[in-house]
C-alpha cells in the first residue's frame, strides 16, 4: 500500500516537473521567433567553434614546442636535487585536478534546486526524486563531456606518443573518472558515508582513476571506471529524492550566483558564490587579541581586520596546492619550457593571490560600513591590505627559497620574491573593491560583437597589477640572478601598486 | 478540540546563538496564535523553525504529535507557511503558479478551485501575468492565495497583511478565521493590532522573554501603550 502511495506521488511529482517546464518552455517560445533561435543558434555554435579552434591550434602549438624541446634547455631551474618522472607529475596533476571537480560538486550542490523550485516544488508532498534528478543526471552527464573534451586536448600534450584512440580511451576514463567525483558529491550530501569515510574512498578511487588514466590506454581502464561510475550512480538514483531541503537549497543558491556571476562575467562574484556555503565563521579565533584596548581608530580598524582574515578560514589547501603543483612542474624530468614555467607561477601566484581578499570582498559589499570610520579611505585601505600582503610575502617569500634552492636565482630573489608578495597581495584587494560595469552605458561594438562598456577593464581590474607586481620576479628568474635594477624596479613596483591601491576611489554604481 | 500544534522550549536563532527567549505554545485545531514583538525580537525566526525552514537550536516542535520533519511527505502535507520571499518561476503566470500547487497537492477540480483563488484575491485580470509584471502587493496576493488553496492542518503566516490595501487586509483576516473555523490551526505573525483583535485566540510577544497573552493586551504592546 505505501509502496503504491509513493510510486503514485511519484507520477505526480513527475507531472508537476513536467508542467512547470512545459509551461517555462511555452513561455519562452512564445516571445522568441523563429528568426531569433536561428540566430541563437548560429551564435552558439560559432562561439563554440571559434573557441574550439583557438584551443585546438593552442594545444597542437604547445605540443610541438614540447616534443621539440631539448632535455632541460631553457628551464629556469638548473639543479633539479628531485627528478618526478613526467608520468608521476601528470598523474598528480590529473590527481588533483578530480578532487578540485569533486570539491566544486560539492559546493554547487549535484543534487540542488533552484530558488523558485525550492519556493513551489519542495513544499509539495510529493517524492522529490523527479524533481532534482533529472539535473542531476544533466550535471553528471556535463561533467563528462566536458572532462573528456579537456582531457583529450590534455592527452594530446603531454602524451604525444599516444595515437588517437589511445587519446580518447585516456579521455574517456578521465570522465568516467569525473562522474565518480560528481556522484561522491552526492553521497556526501545523502550522508550515505561518514565524513571521513566519504573523503577517504572518493580520494582512493579518484587516485586510482587517475594513475589508470594516464598508465594505461587500452579501453579496459575507460570501461572499468565507467562500471563504477554508474554502479555509484545508480546508488544515488533511488535516494536522490531523501537529500535534505536544507541541502538542495543550499546547492542551488551557490549554483545559482556562481552561475549568474559566470554569465556576467564578474569573477569576483563567481568567488564570493564559491566562499558562501557551509563554511562555518570561528567566531573564538584571536579572540583575545580583538579585546586588547587598540592604539587609536587605526588600531582598531586594523586589529579588526587582522581579527576578520582570521575567522574567515582563509582556505589553506588551496595556496598549498598551487605551491606544490609549481614546484612539482619544475622539477619534472626532461624540464619544460621556461616560459611554460614562468606563465605556471603566474598563474599559480594569481590563484593563490585571489583568494586572500575575503575580507575585502566582503565588505566591499557595504561600503557605507567604512564610511563611518572616522579615518582616511587610504587608511581603511591599508589596513584591509595588510594580512593579504602579509599572507602573499610569506607564500611568494616560500616559493622563491625552494626557486634558490634549485638554483633557478641567487638567494636575494627571497627578497625580491617576498616584495612581490607585498604588491600581489594589494592587487587582490583592487580585485576584490572592484564595482560591476555599468551594464547601462551602451555597449561598445567590437569584432566579436558589442561589448559592454568597462567590461574588460573591471574584469582585470586587480589582475593587472598582481601580474605587474610579479614582473621584476620574472625577468630575475628568466636572467637566473637579480640585478640590482631588478631588486629596485620590484621596491618600485611594489610600493607603487601598494599606494595606487590606496588611494584608489572606486566608483559605487 | 485536539492540538495541533505542540512547542516545547524551542530556543531559535543563527550560528547557535539565540534570537529570543525559549518559546513554549501549543495551538488546537480551530485555533489562532498570534506572534507580535518588535522589529529584530525573532518573531519570523520562531515561525520559520515552526514551518521547518530553519533547525531550532533547542526543543521541540510537534504537529499532530509528530516531531516536526521538513523533508517528509505528511509535513509537507500538513504544514501551509507563507514568508515574505518573493520567489516565482520567471515565466510561469499566476495561474499556472496557483495551478502548480493545486494539482501538487491532488485537489480536486483544480482548475475551478485556481479560479475561485484568482477572483477572491482580484487576480483574475492578471492570470496570464508573469510575476515579473505583477505590482508587489499582486505577488504578496499570489503568495497568499499559493497558502490558502491547499488544505492544511496548520497554517503559518509571517505578516500576512504587509504590502496589502486595507480591503485585501480585511478579506485575507476573513478567509484566516474561515480557515480556523473549518477545524484549521493558524500560526500568525503579525504588526496589525486589528487583524490580531479580529482573528486571535491567544497572543505571544516575543522579546528576551517571551509572554503569553490574551489578543487585547497583545495589540496594545503592537501599539506600543
Known amino acids: ?509 | 478540540m485536539g492540538t495541533v500544534l505542540e512547542v516545547e522550549n524551542l530556543s531559535v536563532g543563527y550560528a547557535g546563538d539565540p534570537v529570543c527567549g525559549e518559546v513554549s505554545a501549543s495551538v488546537a485545531a480551530g485555533e489562532v496564535l498570534g506572534i507580535v514583538g518588535v522589529n529584530g525580537a525573532g518573531k519570523s525566526t520562531v515561525a520559520r523553525t515552526i514551518a521547518g525552514r530553519q533547525s531550532p537550536l533547542a526543543g521541540d516542535v510537534k504537529v499532530n504529535g509528530l516531531l516536526i520533519d521538513p523533508d517528509a511527505v505528511p509535513f509537507r502535507r500538513q504544514v501551509a507557511a507563507v514568508f515574505d520571499d518573493d520567489l516565482f518561476f520567471p515565466s510561469l503566470t499566476v495561474r499556472e503558479h496557483l495551478l502548480l500547487i493545486a494539482r501538487g497537492h491532488s485537489l480536486e477540480n483544480p482548475e475551478t478551485r485556481v479560479d475561485e483563488e484568482l477572483e477572491f484575491f482580484g487576480l483574475l485580470g492578471r492570470a496570464h501575468a508573469i510575476p515579473d509584471a505583477l505590482s508587489s502587493g499582486q505577488r504578496r496576493r499570489l503568495l497568499l492565495a499559493a497558502g490558502l488553496i491547499r488544505p492544511s492542518s496548520i497554517l503559518i503566516l509571517d505578516e500576512p497583511e504587509q504590502r496589502l490595501d486595507p480591503r485585501m487586509r480585511v478579506a485575507v483576516g476573513a478567509r484566516i478565521a474561515e480557515h480556523a473555523d473549518q477545524g484549521g490551526a493558524v500560526v500568525l505573525v503579525t504588526h496589525d493590532p486589528q487583524l490580531l483583535l479580529a482573528i486571535a485566540s491567544t497572543c505571544l510577544v516575543i522579546g528576551d522573554e517571551v509572554r503569553e497573552l490574551d489578543p487585547e493586551h497583545g495589540a496594545s504592546v503592537i501599539s506600543g501603550s
Request: positive net charge; hydrophobic residues 55%.
Open chain 1, 1 to 509: 500500500m505505501s509502496t503504491d502511495v509513493s510510486r503514485q506521488g511519484r507520477i505526480l511529482s513527475a507531472e508537476i516537473v513536467r508542467f512547470t517546464r512545459r509551461s517555462a518552455r511555452r513561455y519562452r517560445r512564445s516571445r522568441s521567433s523563429l528568426g531569433d533561435r536561428f540566430v541563437d543558434a548560429y551564435s552558439w555554435g560559432l562561439g563554440i567553434g571559434v573557441s574550439l579552434t583557438i584551443a585546438a591550434s593552442f594545444v597542437l602549438a604547445l605540443r610541438n614546442e614540447i616534443a621539440g624541446r631539448a632535455s632541460t634547455s631553457g628551464s629556469i631551474v638548473r639543479e633539479q636535487w628531485l627528478v618526478l618522472p613526467e608520468p608521476v607529475l601528470w598523474t598528480c596533476l590529473t590527481f588533483v585536478v578530480l578532487l578540485a571537480v569533486g570539491n566544486l560538486a560539492g559546493k554547487l550542490g549535484p543534487l540542488a534546486v533552484n530558488g523558485p523550485e525550492s519556493s513551489w516544488w519542495l513544499p509539495l508532498p510529493l517524492d522529490r526524486r523527479p524533481m532534482v534528478l533529472p539535473p542531476f543526471l544533466r550535471k553528471t552527464a556535463l561533467a563528462a563531456a566536458g572532462s573528456v573534451i579537456a582531457y583529450v586536448a590534455f592527452s594530446m600534450v603531454t602524451a604525444a606518443d599516444r595515437n588517437p584512440l589511445e587519446h580518447l580511451c585516456s579521455a574517456l576514463t578521465f570522465g568516467a573518472a569525473a562522474v565518480i567525483a560528481v556522484v561522491m558529491a552526492a553521497f556526501k550530501q545523502l550522508g550515505l558515508l561518514g565524513r571521513w569515510t566519504g573523503r577517504i574512498v572518493s580520494a582512493a578511487l579518484l587516485a586510482a582513476c587517475s594513475a589508470a588514466t594516464l598508465i594505461s590506454a587500452s579501453p579496459w581502464p575507460a570501461a572499468l571506471a565507467a562500471v563504477v561510475a554508474v554502479g555509484l550512480a545508480a546508488v544515488v538514483g533511488p535516494r536522490a529524492g531523501r537529500v535534505a531541503g536544507e541541502e538542495l537549497v543550499r546547492g542551488g543558491a551557490v549554483a545559482g550566483h556562481a552561475g549568474a556571476s559566470l554569465f556576467m562575467m564578474d569573477s569576483n562574484e563567481v568567488l564570493r558564490a564559491l566562499g558562501a556555503g557551509r563554511k562555518k565563521v570561528d567566531g573564538g579565533r584571536a579572540a583575545r587579541f580583538y579585546t586588547r584596548p587598540p592604539r587609536g581608530p587605526l588600531g582598531a580598524l586594523i586589529r579588526a581586520d587582522v581579527v576578520a582574515f582570521l575567522r574567515l578560514n582563509p582556505p589553506l589547501v588551496p595556496p598549498v596546492m598551487w605551491f606544490a603543483g609549481s614546484v612539482a612542474l619544475l622539477l619534472v624530468e626532461g624540464g619544460l619550457p621556461g616560459f611554460v614555467q614562468l606563465a605556471v607561477l603566474v598563474i599559480a601566484g594569481c590563484a593563490t593571490a585571489s583568494g586572500m581578499a575575503t575580507v575585502s570582498r566582503k565588505t566591499a559589499m557595504l561600503p557605507e560600513i567604512d564610511a563611518l570610520l572616522p579615518l582616511h579611505p587610504a587608511l581603511v585601505r591599508i589596513s584591509r591590505m595588510l594580512m593579504p600582503c602579509l599572507a602573499m610575502a610569506a607564500w611568494m617569500g616560500l616559493l622563491s627559497v625552494v626557486l634558490v634552492s634549485l638554483g633557478a636565482s641567487t638567494p636575494a630573489l627571497i627578497a625580491v620574491g617576498a616584495m612581490a608578495g607585498i604588491g600581489m597581495g594589494a592587487g587582490s584587494i583592487r580585485a576584490a573593491i572592484r564595482t560591476q560595469p555599468d551594464w547601462s552605458a551602451p555597449p561598445v561594438e567590437t569584432p566579436f560583437g558589442p561589448v559592454p562598456r568597462a567590461q574588460l577593464g573591471s574584469l582585470l581590474r586587480g589582475l593587472d597589477v598582481t601580474i605587474l607586481a610579479m614582473i621584476p620576479l620574472m625577468v630575475a628568474l628568466y636572467l637566473g640572478y637579480v640585478p640590482s635594477l631588478v631588486a629596485g624596479a620590484q621596491l618600485v613596483f611594489s610600493a607603487g601598486i601598494v599606494l595606487v591601491v590606496a588611494l584608489s576611489r572606486p566608483k559605487h554604481s
